[in-house]
């Protein structure tokens, strides 16, 4: 069975572009989670969605960060324009509905802002 | 205070040793709690759910202190392959979010 799916899987681009990272969750799945990773804050819930809807952007760091679902096989999360602290790994993740909330992850996108 | 705290580590342990980490959490609503591991420039992998009971699964063994709001995992017979950083995650009462904490580093050694 495949798992979550993102691309690119790496990506560096330049100070003031726009950076579009993508993710197919698993079939099935509910819910829809964006997260970044830095060596100092660790692992940071950015949005998430349920049935393409999104529930809680608290953690989107401003307004330079968007996502959207417009169906349940498809997300993307976008930096516009980017900047170099947005530097970080970016990880998609996806949950079925139930009681046990296990969120399976993607491989991560590994972001580079020079 | 942050919401989930870990000590970083590394903790640096013999083949064969016991090692324990803890993780407090300052929400006295949580209702679940995960080990998650995670290896170098990889994704993060669910080791274990932790359930109020305690809860063993071969070498691991997770616990629950919902007094003291904190969670323990605990590591018997260390295998090289048990190096990676171990990520303690907290779901707050009604929601399906995440909360992680910054991770264990654990180094086995030969």
């Known amino acids: 069975d495949a798992g979550v799916i993102q691309s690119p899987r790496h990506e560096v681009t330049e100070m003031g572009q726009e950076v579009t990272l993508r993710c197919k969750p698993i079939?099935?799945?509910?819910?829809l989670f964006w997260y970044r990773q830095t060596m100092m804050r660790g692992l940071e819930l950015l949005i998430y969605?349920?049935?393409?809807?999104?529930?809680?952007d608290s953690g989107m760091p401003e307004d330079r960060f968007s996502a959207k679902m417009p169906n349940a096989s498809f997300s993307t999360l976008k930096i516009q324009p980017s900047e170099p602290r947005d530097s970080a790994v970016y990880f998609c993740?996806?949950?079925?509905?139930?009681?046990?909330?296990?969120?399976?992850f993607g491989p991560g996108t590994r972001l580079t802002v020079l | 205070r942050k919401e989930v705290e870990q000590d970083p580590g590394p903790f640096n342990v013999p083949e064969g040793a016991t090692v324990a980490f803890n993780c407090t959490y300052s929400?006295?609503?949580?209702?679940?709690f995960f080990w998650y591991r995670q290896d170098c420039r990889k994704e993060p992998k669910l080791l274990m759910s932790?359930?109020?009971s305690g809860n063993e699964d071969g070498r691991f063994t997770a616990q629950l202190n919902r007094a003291s709001q904190y969670i323990s995992l605990l590591i018997r017979d260390s295998k090289l392959s048990d190096s990676a950083t171990y990520l303690c995650?907290?779901?707050?009462?009604?929601?399906?979010?995440?909360?992680f904490g910054t991770g264990t580093r654990l180094k086995v050694l030969a």
């Open positions: 993740a996806s949950s079925p509905s139930g009681g046990n909330l296990r969120q399976f």
């Open positions: 079939s099935g799945h509910d819910y």
């Open positions: 969605f349920n049935n393409n809807v999104p529930i809680d």
């Open positions: 929400n006295s609503a949580s209702q679940s």
């Open positions: 932790v359930y109020s």
């Open positions: 995650v907290v779901n707050p009462s009604g929601t399906y979010k995440y909360i």
